[in-house]
């Protein structure tokens, strides 16, 4: 099992940034692709940004490409997600996600998933 916890969210002004954590314990990160996905109130979860268990592969949806940047630390066991220029739009609950198989765009690929931190973008 891993147990995924999410930090760093928050208010911000459109333009800002902020910089998401996610801390995994119960297991070693390092054999797991990673993500990030964020959902609103009445919508479905959306991908945002996947990296491969070594770092080398990313991949992120069209809205937030130049803007976020997904990177990670196996040493220390946590995942990052680096947003700038954000927008209101950006606005939603991120969620940190694990999974044994290549990065990929789509939720039933992670098996693991965190509760979540809550992101507020205001114009």
């Known amino acids: 099992q891993v147990q995924l916890v999410e930090s760093g969210g928050g208010l911000v002004q459109a333009g800002g940034s902020l910089r998401l954590s996610c801390a995994a314990s119960?297991?070693?990160?390092?054999?797991?692709?990673m993500g990030w996905f964020r959902q609103n109130p009445g919508k479905e979860r959306e991908f945002v940004a996947a990296i491969s268990w070594t770092g080398g592969t990313t991949r992120y949806t069209d809205s937030v490409k130049g803007r976020f940047t997904i990177s990670r630390d196996n040493a220390k066991n946590t995942l990052y997600l680096q947003m700038n220029s954000l927008k209101p739009e950006d606005t939603a609950v991120y969620y940190c996600v694990a999974s044994r198989r290549a990065p990929a765009t789509t939720a039933a690929t992670y098996d693991y998933w965190g509760q979540g931190t809550q992101v507020t973008v205001s114009s």
């Open positions: 119960g297991r070693t990160i390092s054999s797991y692709a």
